[in-house]
């Protein structure tokens, strides 16, 4: 049976099937010799970045102006850290790179190193019909992660990954200044270099282009 012929049949299988449950298995930590008291924050599709953000602020800056006796008592037996970690996978990936550059905007002087691994996520599908014969399946598939160490201590910078303190901030330095030395040179003012106008209907007459009314005038 040719591949064509039997993406139908398969199609016609996983119809009678309903998706019961996802496990899934993270991948592991890849940064040894962590402090154990280190944060691990986990970042999800649907976790709110406020409420990231607060917590690892919270592990990671201080704070004397506390509004009220509990807030103290909390920030005391909190101390604070010296590195943070964070970790998402499938959907959550981009939410966890906002919170890391949040963060690094807030705490000047954090090393970032990053690693991209993949975790797994096994489905269990089971037939709608139980007397209809049919056997659950079991399906693995892997699911890209990412995890993203800050840390106030210096790390190894020769490790894949490494990125120094400040330096997103210059990044967007030298990108701000290209495009202004690309406006000037040009001589056009809040325009795009390379934008060109566009040519319609009725726009700009060229040298030697006449209407019909002229013609006439001049016979």
């Known amino acids: ?32 010799g962590l402090a154990p008291d280190t944060p691990k924050v986990r970042v999800k599709d649907g976790s709110k970045i406020r409420h990231l953000l607060r ?19 909390e920030a005391a037996s909190r101390p604070l850290c010296r590195q943070i970690v964070f970790t998402a996978s499938a959907k959550g990936v981009s939410k966890a790179i906002t919170c890391a550059e949040i963060v690094k905007r807030r705490v000047k002087g954090l090393h970032q190193l990053t690693r991209l691994l993949y975790g797994t996520a ?59 030395e690309a406006a000037g040179g040009s001589g056009v003012t809040g325009q795009r270099p390379g934008f060109r106008r566009k040519r319609g209907r009725g726009g700009g007459k060229g040298p030697g282009r006449h209407t019909g009314r002229s013609r006439d005038a001049e016979k």
């Open 55 to 73: 917590y690892a602020l919270s592990r990671m800056e201080a704070k004397p102006g506390v509004a009220d006796e509990a807030g103290r008592q």
């Open 122 to 180: 096994v489905e269990v599908w089971e037939p709608l019909e139980p007397g209809a014969g049919l056997d659950s399946l079991t399906v693995s598939r892997n699911v890209p992660a990412i995890w993203i160490l800050l840390s106030l201590e210096p790390l190894d910078c020769s490790q894949p990954g490494y990125q120094a303190p400040g330096r997103y901030d210059a990044l967007w330095a030298q990108s701000a200044n290209r495009e202004e």
């Open 1 to 32: 049976m040719s591949v064509f012929s039997s993406l139908p049949l398969a199609r016609t299988k996983m119809e009678n099937y309903s998706k019961a449950r996802t496990l899934e298995r993270p991948s592991l930590c890849p940064f040894p």
